[in-house]
């Protein structure tokens, strides 16, 4: 059985997604910036302040979280005429113990980079297991870790996802 891991796959994937394939990666990735840079005040907006200043790696990272949750995002778009990459009809209800997997990398991904960048302070948890000092002392030199993580994270959730595509296509409807 082959790995469900592989860049040369994945890549073969990208090339052969059609525009309703890449319109869901931009709308993901757009989607993600908003769901994740609102509520931790990365992006500016009347909704939310912070009372620590934006960290100059927030950004990037916000960016790079928004691009690989938009790829995996894409997966689940089904291409036109209803085949996989490969012209071949998905089955209808085929399920693969693999995507619970993804799932779960790709959700822990996700929350993980909004703990990474948001506020060290403005987190109810950090701050009744920290206190104040405790968040800016210990957690906020802990939040670029958390950033790597979940970008790690997120990584590996898009190359499985993308490597396995022609193996486990989106059903489609008859």
Known sequence: MPSSRSLR?????????????????????????????????????????????????????????AVLAGLVLATFVRPRHGTGSDGRRAPENGSDPSAKTVGRL????????????????????????????????????????VAVLSLALLAEAALRTLSTADACPVPVRP
């Not at 989607?31 to 620590?52: E, I, Q």
């Not at 909004?114 to 405790?134: E, F, R």
């Open 9 to 65: 796959r994945a890549g073969a994937t990208l090339a052969a997604w059609q525009s309703p394939q890449w319109v869901a990666a931009t709308a993901g990735a757009a989607l993600t910036t908003v769901l994740v840079g609102v509520p931790t005040a990365v992006v500016p907006s009347p909704l939310f302040s912070r009372a620590v200043p934006v960290q100059w790696w927030n950004y990037p990272v916000l960016a790079a979280t």
């Open 106 to 145: 790709g959700s822990a991904g996700g929350v993980l980079s909004m703990l990474a960048v948001g506020c060290p302070v403005c987190n109810k948890l950090v701050l009744v297991l920290l206190g104040t000092s405790g968040a800016l002392t210990y957690w906020a030199p802990l939040q670029p870790l």
